[in-house]
């Protein structure tokens, strides 16, 4: 059974930076394929893909965020984590990761449930 | 990038009408198109994979038509479980791209 769960701080502060961890079960981060990646979605907005981490530690970034961005994985801890820079309120979203395994398509057949971050000083 | 466009944003039904959801999309997609259940408080759930394509445990009164740039998600007879948000994606370029979701609500 695959499972992922998000996790981090609920609330920061404006210009601060967010570290979100997603530890995951049931299928492994070293499998030809498989890549784990961050949505998010503002309060009423639609989601947004942020970031993606390969099988083979190859990365890919939303454009118009990729300054802010980090993403890493540690496959021993079947973890991965996204970090972004200086934090505004319109950052306020629940932050999602989900898993992609590339050769059936670029689509999330499993998702987290979800940690919803605040912005606000 | 790929845009794409939702109607409508929201829907009130009853248990057992039918409802259809658009997704357009700017740019042909080919059959790259997916569908998302999403409800508050759980892991959104894959519905459908290239836009016709039911992933499985989910139901048959589930369905996706549409390629190209035009797709749509019909649930044949609406039932309680079924109230939620839904969400289209283009699977066909990096950055993936979502509709703006359609809310379907109890009438």
């Known amino acids: 059974q695959v499972t992922l769960r998000e996790s981090g701080p609920a609330l920061v502060r404006p210009t601060q930076t967010l570290t979100l961890t997603c530890t995951f079960s049931g299928f492994s981060l070293s499998t030809s394929g498989v890549c784990v990646n961050w949505i998010r979605q503002p309060p009423g907005k639609a989601l947004e893909w942020l970031a993606r981490?390969?099988?083979?530690?190859?990365?890919y970034y939303s454009a118009s965020l990729e300054t802010r961005l980090t993403i890493s994985k540690d496959t021993s801890k079947d973890q991965v984590v996204l970090t972004m820079t200086n934090m505004d309120p319109v950052d306020t979203a629940t932050y999602y990761c989900a898993r992609m395994f590339t050769p059936s398509g670029y689509y999330f057949d499993s998702w987290g449930q979800g940690t919803l971050v605040t912005v606000s000083s | 990038d790929i845009q794409m466009t939702q109607s409508p944003s929201s829907v009130s039904a009853s248990v057992g009408d039918r409802v259809t959801i658009t997704c357009r999309a700017s740019q042909a997609s080919s059959n790259w198109l997916v569908w998302y259940q999403l409800k508050p408080a759980k892991a959104p759930r894959l519905l459908i994979s290239g836009a016709t394509t039911l992933q499985t445990g989910v139901p048959s009164r589930f369905s996706g038509s549409g390629y190209g740039t035009e797709f749509i998600l019909t649930i044949s007879s609406l039932q309680p479980e079924d109230f939620a948000t839904y969400y289209c994606q283009q699977a066909n370029s990096f950055p993936l791209t979502f509709g703006g979701g359609t809310k379907v609500e109890v009438k």
């Open positions: 981490i390969d099988w083979d530690d190859d990365k």
